[in-house]
């Protein structure tokens, strides 16, 4: 193959890639149930608390850097004010949440859905953040996080499929406190919340340093065939 057609799999290969990789998908379809995942909101009783929740997802070849989360979102009041997200990766190994791996505070974006079917009084909302999160290792799973900060309660829907796939705790960067009862990461249904599956979408794209791997090896190989 000459140097230029070699030249054009690489374009094409980056091409490709600015597409991204889905690296877990439960978005959309019916839930049966949701647990508070909000910075700061006011609950039903009227005081702000904290509380987090993260959904297992594993890392895949050509998606090693998280690039957009989607979730749904359910939340008590219409148009309820939205200020930004925190997301956070964190190495995740059966049961066991280790390191942080990365987090970024990010504005998003808040649609409002309007009146919830499921849930008479209930709203329902797309919250959609763009992040840029690195070191995600192929074949490791990971705990992903997106929490909305807000002065209004709200959480992401789940579904009840009796997967060990969620975790929650207590947080707040604001200093309210939660109501799980848990200040550490913990199976949902350890928290006797039932164990589920956040309604949310994770984005992956290839790392830009493996791209530059990838785009000097065909490079060379092209140097090499011409001699």
């Known amino acids: 193959m000459k140097e230029k057609g070699l030249i054009s799999v690489f374009a094409f290969v980056l091409a490709s890639s600015s597409f991204g990789t889905t690296l877990y998908d439960n978005y959309g379809g019916a839930y049966s149930s949701g647990n508070g995942n909000w910075d700061g909101g006011i609950s039903d009783l009227g005081a702000n608390i904290g509380l987090q929740v993260g ?79 690195g070191g995600l290792v192929a074949g490791n799973d990971y705990l992903v996080s997106v929490q909305g900060r807000s002065d209004n309660w709200g959480y992401i829907a789940r579904s009840d499929d009796s997967q060990l796939n969620t975790f929650g705790r207590d947080f707040s960067s604001f200093g309210y406190p939660g109501e799980y009862g848990a200040t550490d990461w913990t199976e949902m249904g350890a928290l006797s919340q039932g164990s589920g599956s956040a309604v949310m979408t994770v984005e992956a794209v290839p790392e830009p340093a493996t791209m530059a791997v990838l785009g000097l090896g065909v490079l060379g190989l092209a140097r090499r065939r011409r001699r």
């Open 55 to 133: 959904e297992r997802v594993t890392a895949v070849d050509g998606g090693t850097e998280i690039s957009s989360i989607k979730s749904r979102v359910i939340m008590g009041v219409d148009g309820g004010a939205f200020n930004d997200a925190l997301v956070q990766v964190w190495n995740l190994s059966g049961n066991t949440v280790g390191s942080l791996v990365g987090e970024q505070v990010v504005g998003g974006t808040f649609v409002d859905l309007g009146a919830d079917g499921n849930i008479p009084g209930f709203f329902g909302y797309d919250l959609t953040v763009n992040v840029s999160i």
